[in-house]
């Protein structure tokens, strides 16, 4: 049995029947064909999926697509206009912000969002926004060879948007603490 969704993405109106368990990040790329739009994990950690549903950043990969029938939604290929980058897009490409960049489509779509609700955010701000654990030396926890103390605390400060990949980070990180 398939459903009937619309919607407005980056847009453009689409209408379309589909699958029930369809997952909107599916739609969006094997449907529709906007491939910017990445799937990572599958499992709502690495954030690689991350879009603007009605001005909300949201894990495509964590809804289906039914759900967002009648939602206005923004790609990473709806942010450029008249062939020029993005201001975000254009600071990742100056500051060349990726490692591989597959999940780069996700991190301007949560900076997007972060500088939607903090036009001017602190670095405590980005750095929890976008889900980088503070320094070992600003943790509050933190005591001189305190590595439980500062392993539990880093595991805290970066749930959220990419926590699976952070926490990785965060965890090498305590581990070659001295
Ligand atoms: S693919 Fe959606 S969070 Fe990783």
Request: glycine content about 12%.
């Amino acid at each position: 049995m398939k459903l009937p969704v619309k919607m407005t993405i980056n847009g453009q109106k689409t209408s379309d029947e589909v699958e029930p368990r369809l997952l909107l990040v599916h739609y969006i790329r094997e449907v529709v064909g906007l491939t910017g739009t990445h799937v990572g994990c599958d499992t709502s950690q690495c954030g690689a999926c991350t879009i603007l549903m009605n001005g909300q950043a949201v894990k495509a990969c964590t809804m289906f697509a039914v759900q967002a029938d009648g939602a206005t939604i923004t790609t990473i290929e709806g942010l450029a206009r008249n062939g020029e980058l993005h201001p975000i897009q254009q600071g990742f490409w100056e500051k060349h912000g990726l490692q591989c960049g597959f999940c780069t489509p996700g991190m301007i779509m949560t900076a997007y969002q972060l500088l939607e609700r903090y036009p001017k955010p602190t670095e405590e701000q980005i750095r929890h926004q976008l889900g980088q654990p503070l320094p070992l030396h600003r943790l509050p926890q933190h005591r001189e060879g305190d590595r439980v103390g500062r392993r539990t605390y880093g595991r805290k400060e970066v749930r959220g948007r990419h926590g699976y990949r952070r926490r990785g980070t965060a965890l090498r990180e305590v581990d070659q603490a001295p």
